[in-house]
């Protein structure tokens, strides 16, 4: 919501747009995520928990579970001046930065996984990757998305980074949405890519 700011000096009315908080990175306990993100909202704050589905066994039977993207991280908009009540949090450990100085995570990092979420495509955790083929997605629910593309088992997938974590989401995707950006991704890198055991 704009807020109205009175100029008194030159008598005029003028809006003022509401700063964005940044998102930032909190490291959570193991397992802890769903209800650290739970009670972070309950206090007004925005906190954005990207999970995959999985199928577990059990002693009898199969059963799809809702995991982390990022075991053992959610990511919450706060002022960092004011990240007392956010510690405070239960499960939340610390929030990720340099020095003990918070480090805010790149907006199009997370507007990358959110989309992600959104398109309710197959997606798991993945090893992060420094180096590979970047590409852009040109058609589809995740047009305008940009990763690295890989080959995996004759399965084309698009691999999301955030960088402050050193953390990856894949996905499947047909490879004919994907354009090159960049440099290509060496043979030696996709032969070794495979996904991280949740």
């Known amino acids: 919501m704009a807020v109205a700011h009175l100029n008194l000096e030159a008598g005029t009315a003028s809006i003022r747009e509401p700063q964005v908080l940044p998102w930032y990175a909190l490291r959570v306990r193991s397992r802890s995520e769903q209800s650290a993100g739970a009670y972070l909202r309950n206090q007004g704050l925005e ?21 982390p993207l990022f075991p053992g991280y959610l990511f919450c908009r706060f002022d960092p001046l004011d990240r007392l009540p956010i510690l405070k949090a239960p499960g939340v450990i610390h929030v990720v930065g340099v020095a003990k100085r918070p480090v805010p995570v790149d907006d199009a990092e ?5 989309m992600i979420v959104r398109s309710g495509l197959p997606r798991q955790p ?3 990757l420094q180096v590979g083929q970047r590409v852009r997605i040109e058609s589809g629910a995740l047009s305008g998305l940009e990763g690295v ?32 950006i960049r440099f290509p991704v060496s043979a030696a890198i996709c032969s070794l890519a495979r996904p991280v055991n949740a």
């Open 126 to 128: 993945w090893p992060y």
């Open 149 to 180: 593309l890989l080959n995996l088992k004759g399965e084309h997938r698009v691999v999301v980074s955030v960088t402050l974590l050193q953390r990856s989401v894949s996905l499947e995707i047909d490879a004919s949405w994907a354009r090159p």
């Open 47 to 67: 906190a954005f928990l990207p999970t995959y589905e999985d199928t577990r066994r059990w002693s009898d039977r199969l059963r799809r579970v809702e995991l």
């Open 110 to 114: 997370i507007a990358a996984v959110q």
